[in-house]
């Protein structure tokens, strides 16, 4: 199986990489941090060129398996919000992922098999005040997985997204000093009272691509230790 895991470089990318078994392709913008990868794709999928070259990639080596992680996150009240802000978190988190999987699918359109994993957020499923334009694009993610579930189900495709809550990474834990509140407020917030392991995420991927989940499809699942119990 030949499997591309996007922004595979650190945090919840690089678990990914490291814990699922085949040929293993990633992309991101430091070529120093991806080394460690026998393939890998060096761009910027804030840009139109670099989604076109990463697009060019995965047509070059068949991929079977897309997993959409890279995504960026801005923390503002709205009226702090810059234009080219909205442009590059749009692009990086909802245009980006959806081009990907544009120039995917035919591949696995011709094997009749895919998996398509997108990485959302529990702030696109309950909404983060001062984080409208995150919530916004990961809202817009789980959509078109639903979508696209239905559009391709009957070509042995499955289309699901993980929503993660707070993840002990470096993404997580600068986005937990950004907030108006500490992290041990938002730890005790946490049902389970403890950020979500990047391993945990792994392991729904890996479940998730299996033969075992064939028939999983759609769905939005929220691994967030609890965090959105009762909504």
């Known amino acids: 199986m030949n499997i591309l895991v996007t922004g595979g470089s650190k945090g919840i990318g690089k678990a990914i990489a490291e814990n699922l078994e085949g040929n293993i392709f990633t992309c991101g913008r430091n070529e120093e941090l991806l080394r460690g990868y026998e393939n890998y794709c060096i761009c910027d999928l804030a840009s139109i060129e670099g989604m076109q070259k990463l697009g060019d990639y995965i047509e070059a080596n068949k991929i079977d398996i897309l997993v959409n992680n890279a995504g960026e996150y801005i923390y503002s009240p709205i009226e702090g919000i810059e ?70 189900a009957e070509y042995g495709i499955t289309v699901n997204t993980i929503n993660p ?56 699942i929220n691994l967030c230790a609890g965090l959105t119990c009762g909504y």
């Open 83 to 152: 234009l080219n802000e909205i442009e590059h978190i749009t692009r990086v988190n909802l245009e980006a992922p959806m081009y990907l999987i544009s120039r995917t699918i035919p591949y696995m359109k011709k094997q009749k098999w895919g998996r398509i994993i997108n990485i959302g957020s529990i702030s696109g499923v309950l909404g983060e005040a001062n984080a409208s334009l995150y919530s916004a694009t990961k809202s817009g993610l789980i959509g078109a997985s639903k979508a696209l579930a239905l559009e391709l």
């Open 165 to 220: 809550g707070w993840v002990d990474t470096e993404m997580g834990n600068s986005s937990a000093e950004e907030s108006e509140f500490s992290k041990d407020e938002i730890v005790e917030c946490i049902p389970q009272r403890r950020f979500v392991e990047p391993s945990e995420i792994a392991g729904m991927v890996k479940y998730l691509i299996s033969e075992d989940a064939r028939g999983v499809t759609g769905q939005s």
